[in-house]
């Protein structure tokens, strides 16, 4: 029995965060660079798929208000997200993402029944240092599949197809060694040490969104440092909310500063002119394309011909991407999903480390959403990552509004966890 309810879930949660893996003997920006010549994946995330598919099948029963564990705003994406395929340009692909999708929260919220939280988060870390050591270990002799080609050459991705997905395994390892810590069970010298590896990977790397990830996670996990005095603590939080909202305005108005700070093109990598040629887009359609689409081919068509591309181009931006597929009133969802668990951490007077470790990661998330595709809720490794605390904050903190803590308190078990303490879980 022993086996039955620990062993087989640990596994299937390795193999479900295998899926945010893809190593490629010819890395996606070579792909790119010489007109799209076939990858061949070594592996492509099937075998995690699978492994969620089996999970949910054997623990369907674990399964238990998951409107509440994912927050109503997703629960609301899921639906309009579902209602796409009547309209979507490809119905196929929008019933695939969407099963993906909803694969993927079943699976977070089992598993943290059956797991619990401390011992996701250490699986989380143990499998991203695994891949980075590897990763490391392959650039540092030199193995030309460790590197980048291309318009990126000599840079670091390691068993990764593209440096920017090795980087954010290299930001979530970050994020999780500084306010994940207590649920490590590791000496802080071994984290540390990691740690430290983590930075001279991503300087190797140079993804800036990893970089800017690093950082905002950083300043958000500080912002909740707690702080006895309510008016030191108050301008502490606020303060680093206004630094934020600035770094944030400086990135979107005068990206040259940011880009020549990290190292990189004014432009992106042309993502500027990506949106700029996508923008339009967003508002010819008000429910967009249908989930999973990526804003229909078209879009693709018209994106080739701008950027004078042989290959189908996206649009490297989630909430555009977003608001392609589902109209902006979909981005709306994600943006009141994220901002609520913000203003629920800064409210707090004592945040949990729990609440830190999912502000610190929710905010690593938003930075991919601008400018990675697949950011917001596309079902990608880091949003399981981000859900993992998410599911954790949701189900053992009380609602704060008087109809929904009414609702909740009918129906939650005898043995249901308190709020979140000082301390994560041992």
Known sequence: MK???TFIPVFLFILLLFSGVTWSLV???QMVDTGG??????FNGKAGLIAGLVLVSLYLAYLRHPIRAMGAPL??????AAASAAWASNPGTTLFALANLLLLLAT???AHKLLGFTKMVRLVWLLST???LISVALALIGDRHALM????????RGIFAHKNAFGQFLAVNVLISAFGRP????SGLTVYSVVLIDVVALVMANSATADIGVAAGVTGGIALLPIPNRALRNLWRYGAIAVACLLGAVLLLQPEIVNNAVGRDPTMSSRGDLWQAAMPTTFQRTLGSGYGTGGGSQVSIELQKRMNRTTALSVQSGFINTALELGWIAVLFYVVWAGAAVVSALLDRNAAPTQTLLIALLALHMIESVSEVNGCFAASWLLLVVMVPMVEVRLAGTPRFGLTRRRYTSIAPANARPAPSAELPA
């Open 3 to 5: 086996i039955s309810t």
């Open 27 to 29: 890395d996606s920006q």
């Open 37 to 42: 010549a076939a990858a061949i994946n070594v």
């Open 75 to 80: 629960a609301l994406f899921c639906v309009l």
């Open 108 to 110: 977070v919220i089992i």
């Open 130 to 132: 695994v891949m980075i």
């Open 149 to 156: 080609g291309g318009l990126h050459s000599g840079r670091w």
């Open 183 to 186: 649920s490590l069970k590791f």
